[in-house]
């Protein structure tokens, strides 16, 4: 089983940059996909960007191109999103996940991902 545990949250204004920070504890993760989900009221889960176990693929949904850039560090089993040039729409709950079943294929359907932490909140302000 892995723990996975999100940080670096937090308030935030438009333009303004936040690193959020995903944690695994137990079973390592270094051969899976990791990915970043958001959600915000009243909206369905969404993909944000996935990486590869090599950390050379990604894959990022269109909104974000450009502003976020997700990376791991296998040796101290972490994976990060850097969030820059924030924007209002931006704001949501955001999920890290693992999906033990893929080492390459970055998937952006929440439901093959089969670790979840529980989510940190991001709250751009205009």
């Known amino acids: 089983q892995v723990q996975l545990v999100e940080s670096g949250g937090g308030l935030v204004q438009a333009g303004g940059p936040l690193r959020l920070s995903c944690a695994a504890s137990?079973?390592?993760?270094?051969?899976?996909?990791m990915a970043w989900f958001r959600q915000a009221p009243g909206k369905d889960r969404e993909f944000v960007a996935a990486?590869?176990?090599?950390?050379?693929?990604?894959s990022y949904v269109d909104s974000v191109k450009g502003r976020f850039t997700i990376s791991r560090d296998d040796a101290k089993n972490t994976v990060h999103l850097q969030l820059n040039s924030l924007k209002p729409e931006d704001t949501a709950v955001y999920y890290c996940?693992?999906?033990?079943?893929?080492?390459?294929?970055?998937?952006?359907?929440?439901?093959?991902?089969?670790?979840w932490g529980q989510g940190t909140q991001v709250t751009v302000s205009s």
């Open positions: 990486i590869a176990w090599s950390g050379i693929e990604t």
């Open positions: 137990g079973r390592t993760f270094s051969e899976y996909v």
């Open positions: 996940a693992g999906d033990p079943t893929s080492r390459v294929v970055l998937r952006t359907t929440p439901h093959v991902y089969s670790f």
